[in-house]
Nanobody, 122 residues
Framework: QVQLQESGPGLVKPSQTLSLTCTVS??????????WSWIRQAPGKGLEWMGA???????YDSPSLKSRTSISRDTAKNTVYLQMNSLKPDDTGVYYC??????????????WGQGTQVTVSS
């Protein structure tokens, strides 16, 4: 069974850069046709897809966040990363790592991490 575990700083100051890690176990992030996404949910709002990296290493961006986010991976560590710069209080929320088998989809995932709370505050 594939499991995903997010980790990160929890509290970040405005204008700083957020770095989150998603450690995948029970399967390889390079296994064919898996897509690994970052998704967030602000308080009282719906899920927002932030971007993804495919099993091949191909990257997929959200147009609204593209200028501030970067997704990467370390295949040796079986880990996917999210970096987001110029943080604002509106970026506060729960950040999820999720995986999908088959094709890229922004709202239907096969696997989910438990999520990690990120609070942007001075």
């Amino acid at each position: 069974q594939v499991q995903l575990q997010e980790s990160g700083p929890g509290l970040v100051k405005p204008s700083q850069t957020l770095s989150l890690t998603c450690t995948v176990s029970g399967g390889s992030i390079t296994t064919n046709y898996y897509y690994w996404s970052w998704i967030r949910q602000a308080p009282g709002k719906g899920l927002e897809w932030m971007g993804a990296i495919a099993y091949s290493g191909s990257l997929y961006d959200s147009p609204s966040l593209k200028s501030r986010t970067s997704i990467s991976r370390d295949t040796a560590k079986n880990t996917v990363y999210l970096q987001m710069n110029s943080l604002k209080p509106d970026d506060t929320g729960v950040y999820y790592c999720a995986g999908r088998f088959g094709n890229l989809c922004r709202d239907k995932m096969t696997y989910w991490g438990q999520g990690t709370q990120v609070t942007v505050s001075s």
